[in-house]
Each structure stands twice: as structure tokens, then as C-alpha cells.
């Protein structure tokens, strides 16, 4: 059986972190992002929501979240930035208006998909 | 759509550039040098052709020391590779791109050589005499950037050179940035190589780049195979441009950049680099006046290229890039520019920037676009 901190470490080695959210173990990266998009439900969605300082998830909100997970989840990747804009009809300037963090660390990261491998 | 990433590669390419390389390839794109009919000696007159321009453009003295590579990056690694020896000492500077630091940590890392990373000043400059002053014994090269691709900075590599010369350590600029917007003096600046690339201010297509070396440095092949010459010997060539060319070289590539360089110079050098400079001064001007905005090293723009960084409070430069693809049309680049260590020194490391590169193409009014879809974001 591996001791907690060596389990920590082999997480921590490999880029990951656990906690439990909803009552379920889940992986994030450590800039928060989900490690496994699978591991995403709306309640999970609503406490981490509530955790970046929106006490609530309006329709707006969940339109882009919506919009995010189905896009990722046809095309294998996120949206780009037109196909985002015209898939919620919203600007992308009020996308960042509308959740804390913007777009990257707040609507992407909230809608559970990966990190984006931008050239970082 | 308004593109601002010139710095990237230029885009778009002059239509007279594409028109030429697509016929010339059309026309004689066969293997040059390798046979003897008529045509294979016509495609290789092209490529003595470029490389005789090269020369012109670099003040190199030997077109034959002009060897082709896929880019900068290319070129560097046959340069480092063909070099350094273990034991050696590099010294280089914290404004370089991945493309010079990256090489150099691989082959400190596996211990062959060690290196020092000379400091820029607050305006975005290497001074020369802190390279003279990091010079060792076994000190084997200085390889600098000749203009920040973050700054825009145009480093003093005239003085660099003296520096270098005096002790007789060979000295290499990165021209990745500068080569087509600043004429370069091989020969009067005591360079001993030039790395280029031909997709940026040369207007070629990517995939194509080199290295022009002096008569006196002695670079050795790490890329062996086939020349087109002497082929019964096992023995890779050690006559130049070969010796450092293995395989057969990216004729259209060489086409593109040798009408890129016809372009620059119907154009005139110094008036593309003018216009480009008018644009940023422009540029510059309407971020100082915006609040929540910050411009890096921008304050004098007279040793500049037409690159500028600038970040806004709060706003997380990939989301800003983001908003002014999707809203505004305009394509700037975000993030660290692979150069982390000039980041690390502005205090852009945690989140990047946002770059604006314009070029000849833009015109006052996507400078003016730019600095609005700024405005409405900070």
C-alpha cells in the first residue's frame, strides 16, 4: 500500500493534484484545469463555480459551459475563438465579463476541459 | 483580417514572391547540382544566385559560406553542433529566443560545456562590455540576438563584434528578427555567422533559413550523407557550401527567398524598415496613452524593430489575444514568445504578454484599430 505523501509525490511528479469535490476524487492540474473532462458533472460545475466566486450559475453561464463541452467533446478540442463567439452569440469580450478568471481560467476551466497547450 | 504577428513570420507574403517562386519551381524544379542536363545545372544557378545575394545582403565575403538549413533554429544547432567542443564556454544573452537557450542548456545538461546568460538594462539593451567582462579562457563563442523578438530591441552587436574580435572569440548574431529590416555588415561588425530565416522580413516561405559563415571560422559537419559531389568517397565533403549541407537543399524555398530578397531590394531595405517603424511609433503612442496598459522598452524606438510588447491589468493577456481574434479581427501573439528568460526580467513570467508586430502591409488604420479594440479591453 502506498503511503500518502508518496502518493502525493507520484501526483505531484506527474503534474497532478486530487481532491474531492461532490464527494468524488477528481484530478486537476495544478492550474485547476480537470485532468479527465469525463470527471465533470454540473454539481461538480456548480461548486467549483462557487469556489471562483459566482454564487450562481445563470443561463448564460451554463449556455457557454454547455457550448464548450459539446464542442470539445465532437470536434476533440475546444472551440476557436469564432466558432465560440458564434456557437453562444455572445462576444468573447462578454464571455470574460461574465465569468471570474475570463475565458481560459474561468469559463474553460469550469466547463472541466483540459489546459489549453498554448505555447507557454 | 488585421494580422500584427509579423514577428512570427510575415504574412501576407508579396503576391509578386509567390508568383515567382511558384514559376520558377514550376519551370525548374528538378534536383539542383545533381545531374547534367541542362535544367539541373539552370536550378543550381538559382541557388548560387541566393546564395550570391545572401552574401550581398550579410556582407558575407564567400557566397559558397552561405549554407542553407530549414530555419534559424536549423541553422543554430549545425553552428553549436559544428563548434563546441567539451570544455567549451558560451556566453550568451537573457534576451535570446529558445532557439539559441534551448541548445545550450542540452549540452550543458549532459556536461559538455558551461555558459553565462549576460542581463539586458531597463531599456532592453546588452551592454558590450559585460560580454567582455564574462570572457573566460576556454570562452569558445558568443551567440546574441540581434533584435529581441519580445522588445523589438536591435542589440549593439557592432561593439559586440569589436569586443569578440579583440580576443579572438568567435562571435554569431541571430538575425531572425533583423535580417530584411536592418542591413547587415558581416565583415565591418567582425561577425563570424549570421543564422537566418526566410519566412520573417525575407518574405520566403517557411522551411527555409541558413547560415552565413566568415572565411576564417571553421564550422565541422554533424549532418553527413549525400552532396552531389564526389560520391565514391565514404567521405562526407569537406568543401563548402556542402560540407554543411547534406541531402538534397529546399529548392522552392530558395526560389521564395531568393524573390523575397528581390522584393527588399526594389522596395528598398531602409523604407520597409521605415514604414514598419512608422506604424509602431504609432502603435506605441496610442498604448501610452491608454490607462491599465504597459508597453515594455518602448520609450525610445530609434534601436527598434517593428515589435512591441504590451500588457494589460487584469486581463489575462490569452484571454486579450483571444478577444481581439474573436471580436476585433486582428491576430497579435500571446504567451511567453519562447524567449521565458526576457519575460522572467519585464515580470511577465506568470501570465506572458500580448506581442504586436506590424508589417508593411498594415496600414495606420489597423494601428488605429489595434489601439481601440486596447482601449476597450483595459
Redo the contacts between chains.
Keep these: 500500500m502506498m503511503a500518502e505523501h508518496e502518493r502525493e509525490k507520484l501526483l505531484a511528479d506527474l503534474g497532478r493534484q486530487a481532491r474531492i469535490v461532490a464527494g468524488r476524487e477528481i484530478y486537476f492540474d495544478w492550474e485547476g484545469f480537470f485532468w479527465d473532462p469525463n470527471d465533470w458533472n454540473e454539481e461538480i460545475a456548480r461548486i467549483l463555480a462557487l469556489e471562483s466566486g459566482l454564487e450562481d450559475l445563470t443561463e448564460a453561464h451554463w449556455k457557454v459551459l454547455r457550448f464548450f463541452r459539446e464542442y470539445y467533446f465532437y470536434h476533440g478540442r475546444a472551440p476557436m475563438?469564432?466558432h465560440?463567439?458564434e456557437g453562444v452569440l455572445m462576444?468573447?469580450?462578454a464571455i470574460?465579463s461574465l465569468f471570474p478568471?475570463?475565458?481560459?481560467?474561468g469559463a474553460r476551466r469550469l466547463a472541466g476541459l483540459p489546459n489549453?497547450r498554448?505555447?507557454? | 483580417m488585421i494580422y500584427l504577428d509579423n514577428a512570427a513570420t510575415s504574412f501576407p507574403k508579396p503576391r509578386e514572391v509567390l508568383d515567382k517562386m511558384l514559376r520558377d519551381y514550376t519551370e525548374m524544379g528538378v534536383s539542383p547540382g545533381r545531374g547534367s542536363y541542362d535544367l539541373a545545372l539552370e536550378a543550381e544557378d538559382i541557388v548560387r544566385c541566393a546564395r550570391r545575394k545572401l552574401a550581398l545582403f550579410f556582407g558575407a565575403p564567400d557566397p559558397d559560406r552561405i549554407i542553407f538549413a530549414a530555419n534559424a533554429t536549423d541553422a543554430l544547432n549545425i553552428a553549436f553542433n559544428g563548434l563546441l567542443r567539451p570544455g567549451d564556454h558560451v556566453i550568451s544573452t537573457r534576451l535570446e529566443h529558445n532557439s539559441v537557450l534551448r541548445p545550450l542548456y542540452h549540452f550543458r545538461e549532459r556536461g559538455w560545456i558551461s555558459y553565462d546568460l549576460v542581463r539586458f538594462d531597463g531599456k532592453g539593451f546588452v551592454d558590450p562590455d559585460e560580454i567582455g567582462r564574462n570572457v573566460k579562457q576556454n570562452t569558445r563563442l558568443v551567440i546574441v540576438s540581434h533584435a529581441s523578438n519580445v522588445l523589438g530591441t536591435v542589440q549593439p552587436v557592432e561593439e559586440i563584434g569589436r569586443v569578440c574580435a579583440e580576443r579572438g572569440i568567435p562571435f554569431i548574431i541571430d538575425a531572425s528578427q533583423s535580417a530584411g529590416k536592418i542591413p547587415i555588415d558581416m565583415a565591418a561588425w567582425k561577425v563570424s555567422a549570421v543564422a537566418f530565416t526566410g519566412h520573417k522580413a525575407l518574405f520566403g516561405p517557411t522551411g527555409i533559413g541558413g547560415l552565413a559563415i566568415s572565411s576564417d571560422l571553421d564550422i565541422k559537419p554533424s549532418r553527413f550523407g549525400g552532396t552531389g559531389v564526389d560520391s565514391r568517397s565514404p567521405i562526407h565533403t569537406d568543401t563548402f557550401p556542402h560540407r554543411l549541407e547534406a541531402g538534397t537543399i529546399n529548392l522552392m524555398g530558395i526560389m521564395g527567398l531568393s524573390a523575397g530578397m528581390d522584393y527588399i531590394m526594389q522596395k528598398g531595405i531602409e523604407a520597409i524598415h521605415g514604414e514598419e517603424m512608422t506604424l509602431l511609433k504609432r502603435l506605441r503612442d496610442g498604448l501610452s496613452g491608454l490607462d491599465h496598459v504597459e508597453t515594455y522598452c518602448a520609450g525610445d524606438l530609434s534601436n527598434h524593430v517593428a515589435v512591441l510588447t504590451a500588457d494589460i491589468d487584469d486581463?489575462?493577456p490569452?484571454?486579450a489575444g483571444?478577444?481581439l481574434?474573436?471580436?476585433f479581427n486582428i491576430a497579435v501573439r500571446?504567451?511567453?514568445?519562447?524567449a521565458p528568460l526576457v519575460h522572467e526580467d519585464i515580470g511577465t513570467i506568470d501570465r506572458?504578454a500580448i506581442r504586436f508586430s506590424p508589417g508593411i502591409f498594415n496600414t495606420p488604420e489597423d494601428i488605429d484599430r489595434a489601439i481601440e479594440a486596447m482601449a476597450?479591453?483595459s
Design positions: 475563438n469564432r465560440l463567439k462576444s468573447l469580450g470574460e478568471g475570463g475565458i481560459r481560467l489549453p498554448s505555447c507557454f | 486581463l489575462n490569452e484571454d483571444a478577444i481574434d474573436g471580436d500571446v504567451g511567453l514568445h519562447c506572458g476597450s479591453m
